[in-house]
């Protein structure tokens, strides 16, 4: 069942230690991954949010997430994810094309961080797939908003005219 790490590992697998990472699972297999958690001794728990769990090991938190923008994780997702160093250990981390995905898919007039999509966007711009990225969030108008800021400042590749 792969496990793979997601955003701030991605964007700079060599800083840390970091006060927040999350992993995902497909959510087929979210229940069994809870299992194995518990099992193994980790303090698993459920928050209202119906879209990942927690697991604690002392005073460290980890999210596993099992949807992300309301799409259920699945095995083409999870293939995609490469093996990065991170803190001289080698893991899954998700494709810089889905972590901006999901960043971007999860924009609405309630959640609108351009600073914080910039931060990223500039961080793993030679690792995206930018019209695959474009076609993805397409339907989403903060995104493509985002998008098109990110264009003249040399983020994405795009050329003018």
Not at 25 to 33: G, K, L, N, Y
Not at 45 to 53: C, G, I, N, S, V
Not at 84 to 106: C, F, G, H, N, Q
Not at 122 to 136: F, H, I, M
Request: aromatic share 6%; with cysteine; net charge negative.
């Amino acid at each position: 069942m792969p496990w793979p790490a997601t955003c701030r590992v991605r964007c700079d697998p060599r800083q840390g230690p970091y006060d927040l990472v999350d992993f995902v699972v497909a959510e087929a297999d979210a229940e069994q991954a809870d299992g194995v958690l518990s099992k193994a001794g980790l303090r698993v728990e459920h928050p209202p949010e119906d879209w990942l769990f927690k697991v604690y090991t002392d005073d460290a938190m980890v999210d596993i997430l099992f949807r992300i923008g309301g799409v259920p994780v699945e095995s083409p997702l999870l293939e995609r994810a490469s093996e990065v160093e991170v803190l001289s250990i080698r893991m899954p981390v998700l494709a810089a094309t889905d972590v901006l995905s999901a960043k971007l898919a999860a924009m609405d007039e309630h959640a609108c961080d351009l600073a914080s999509i910039i931060a990223v966007a500039r961080a793993v711009r030679e690792q995206v797939e930018w019209e695959r990225l474009r076609t993805e969030v397409a339907d989403n108008d903060f995104a493509a908003a985002a998008l098109f800021l990110l264009d003249p400042l040399g983020i994405t590749g795009a050329t003018e005219g």
